[in-house]
């Protein structure tokens, strides 16, 4: 997990997987990109945004994506997860108001 501190993890909140996917998607301004597909057998999604500017992740199909309308990651190290807690297996998308890249995670399986 992103930031996690030892002891503050209950073995409840804990996913195991055995394949993932490790990628960067680039994006460009006021443009809508698919990330992830629908996934049922998805534990685990970790998006990271190192650009300097704002990027607005969307649990939706990217025709859905409108700027600043869904979960914001924050430029310099933003993130946001997928976990047992708050398990989502539907698309993902993001969008920008300017170029920029997000790094992601997907662990299924």
């Known amino acids: 997990m992103i930031n996690n ?3 503050l993890i209950s073995s409840s909140s804990v996913s195991s997987f055995s394949k993932s996917i490790n990628s960067k998607v680039n994006l460009t301004p006021n443009t809508p990109v698919g990330i992830l597909n629908s996934n049922s057998k998805r534990k685990y999604a970790a998006f990271i945004n190192n650009s ?7 649990l939706e199909d990217k025709s ?8 914001v990651i924050k430029g310099y190290g ?22 920029t890249h997000l790094s992601f995670v997907e662990g299924f399986e």
């Open 5 to 7: 501190v030892a002891g």
């Open 78 to 99: 933003g993130s946001y997860e997928i976990t047992l807690l708050n398990l989502y297996t539907g698309k993902v998308s993001a969008i920008s108001a300017a170029i």
């Open 64 to 71: 859905k994506a409108i700027i600043d309308e869904g979960i």
């Open 52 to 58: 300097q500017v704002d990027i607005t992740l969307v």
